[in-house]
């Protein structure tokens, strides 16, 4: 492990950003990823802030975190007096941080190199190179509103003012060019985020959850490598259906790629990128299903283009579903039966099958009146085989109610008692012959599937879901302490015709290609480390981090 001392003369050029307690200072001199930075003798009068007394200094890259400053936001003229750390402290201090360190180091997987993948070579000409990082931030509302779930972290790593800066800092270092992230508070967005992510180069836009909720999804992009062409938000809360009578929202943007001056006359297809936090209540998988099929709808429209093909798809978020459940098959394979199914399965976060009376999804899983088929497709842009068929209004159909055809026995009919012996008589007010009205708002006629949903977006994992390396399962977050996956990057890719493994869909890279990833961690690897959150992970998710190629052809 790397150690380095920062004199003054290495506090040159440098900009503070300080929250409270705690502060960033983000500074120029590029030092190396991950020595431990022991302040000596700073005087930082000059630059218009003091980070406080015996400030020690984690380093990441080209970010020095502050563990211990006293420092307010806004300049102080004045520098307090300082008092000597004593070297002992410091030590242990340095080897405690140290050792923590080492087990939450994470490797960077190069999979052009691993995969030796063919279509990467010269031959296919060059691409545009980019990093997506996916991030479950943890909103600092639910931290308080659920104490209970953290009672193994000590209290000053939950506050916002510690945590904040471990954040930022994290997300600096690993330099993503678009960020998805879930559980952004709205206050702390406007107030602190988005004003940081700005100074960072990134455009960013956010969606608060619906109702009374606080927090809600963000997505940033480097200003200097995309051009936004279009935004739009999803609300999963649709009033009057029962099935989405939740607060959850989505997010997805088109955005252009922007190529490097120099590359003559060449042009690569825009990339449609989305971001989502599910539901998370493990019991109703059903309207886990139907927020999913909200989102991909949405997907297609963006992304689909003249002639009916896809541009390149990158879906990110919390997606509270394991590796291999329903709903992660669903997104990856492009298919799910589901009728009968008991809605907790559908996540496979818990295991409900003790309970007696049991919730089973049912055909069809959401109603016609929501305008979605069951491809995942907006009613409006699908292509249905009888479009001249329609649905009529309840209004329009009691028209014919007392109209000759309805008042004739059929001469067939069985005569039973009571039942189908009676003539309706026609009222007196209502006239003979009918003028039939026209039903002013009819509804388009489309196909429903009996107990299956398809998407045509081809989606793999940017995640293998283990770490041959350990033979343990990879962890994204430790709920109630216990290890597993909700968090994703899902891709575009080519399926491989006839590839189907164990019911799982086989792909290859195509447009899109993945080229590397930042490895996740273990269960036992965590526990080490206190679970999550602990003083180093912020959150009590990791992030996710993938780096793309996206073919550049000629214009």
């Known amino acids: 492990m790397e150690s380095c001392t920062v004199k003054d003369n290495h506090l040159q050029d440098v900009q503070y950003l300080t929250y409270g307690k705690r502060a960033l200072v983000l500074c120029n001199k590029g030092l190396c990823c991950p020595p431990w930075v022991s302040v000596v003798g700073m005087d930082v009068a000059s630059a ?73 070579g010269s031959e296919n000409g060059p691409l545009f190179e980019f990093r997506v990082m996916s991030y479950n931030i943890l909103a600092q509302d639910l931290v308080e509103q659920s104490p209970d779930l953290y009672l193994h972290c000590q209290p000053d790593i939950l506050d916002w003012s510690y945590r904040l800066p471990n954040l930022l800092q994290e997300i600096q270092h690993w330099d993503p060019d678009v960020l998805c992230l879930q559980e952004v508070q709205e206050n702390h967005y406007w107030e602190q985020l988005e004003p940081t992510f700005r100074m960072m180069g990134f455009v960013c836009l956010y969606k608060r959850r619906t109702g009374k909720k606080t927090d809600g999804c963000a997505v940033c992009y480097k200003h200097s490598r995309f051009q936004l062409i279009s935004a739009s938000p999803v609300e999963y809360f649709r009033p009057g259906l029962d099935i989405l009578n939740r607060d959850n929202v989505g997010l997805v943007l088109l955005l252009q790629p922007l190529l490097p001056e120099g590359v003559g006359q060449k042009a690569t ?22 927020q999913m099929a909200l989102l991909l709808a949405e997907v297609d429209k963006v992304a689909k283009t003249v002639d009916g093909s896809y541009y390149p798809v990158i879906l990110c978020g919390d997606l509270n579903a394991v590796p291999d459940s329903p709903l992660y098959k669903f997104i990856r394979n492009g298919q799910l039966s589901y009728h009968g199914m008991p809605a907790w399965k ?43 068929r329609q649905k009529y209004s309840r209004d329009f159909l009691l028209q014919f109610r007392f109209c000759d055809a309805a008042c004739e ?44 949903i398809r998407h045509g977006l081809n989606l793999t994992s940017a995640y293998s879901h283990f770490l041959p390396q350990r033979g343990r399962p990879e962890v994204t977050t430790m709920p109630m302490g216990l290890g597993t996956t909700v968090d994703y990057i899902f891709y575009s890719a080519e399926p491989i015709e006839n590839g189907n493994e164990r019911g799982r869909r086989l792909y290859r890279d195509g447009a899109l290609k993945l080229l590397g990833r930042l490895s996740l961690l273990s269960e036992d690897v965590l526990w080490l480390a206190n679970g999550l959150p602990n003083p180093f992970c912020s959150s009590d998710h990791l992030c996710l981090l993938a780096s793309f190629g996206l073919e550049i052809s000629s214009a």
């Open 269 to 290: 297809s825009p990339l449609c990128v989305a971001n989502t936090h599910v539901l998370y209540n493990p019991r109703r998988g059903d309207i886990k299903l139907v």
């Open 346 to 388: 559908v996540s496979g976060q818990e295991d409900f099958s003790h309970q007696l009376h049991q919730w089973k999804l049912q055909t069809p899983l959401w109603h016609s009146s929501l305008g979605i088929t069951d491809n995942c497709q907006y009613v409006s842009l699908c292509q249905t085989k009888k479009s001249d």
């Open 48 to 120: 218009g802030q003091w980070m406080g007394d015996d400030a020690f200094f984690t380093c990441r890259k080209n970010v020095l975190l502050a563990k211990s400053p006293t420092a307010q936001v806004g300049g102080i003229s004045s520098v307090p007096s300082r008092r000597s750390v004593p070297e002992e402290e410091e030590a242990l201090l340095q080897q405690q941080l140290e050792e923590e360190a080492e087990i939450l180091w994470r490797d960077w997987e190069d999979l052009c190199i691993q995969l030796a993948v063919p279509e990467l």
């Open 409 to 452: 026995r059929p001469a067939h009919l069985i005569l039973w008692k009571g039942v189908t012996d009676v003539k309706p008589d026609r009222p007196a007010h209502w006239p003979k012959h009918l003028t039939i009205v026209n039903d002013p708002d009819p509804e388009r006629f489309f196909p429903r599937s009996p107990g299956v």
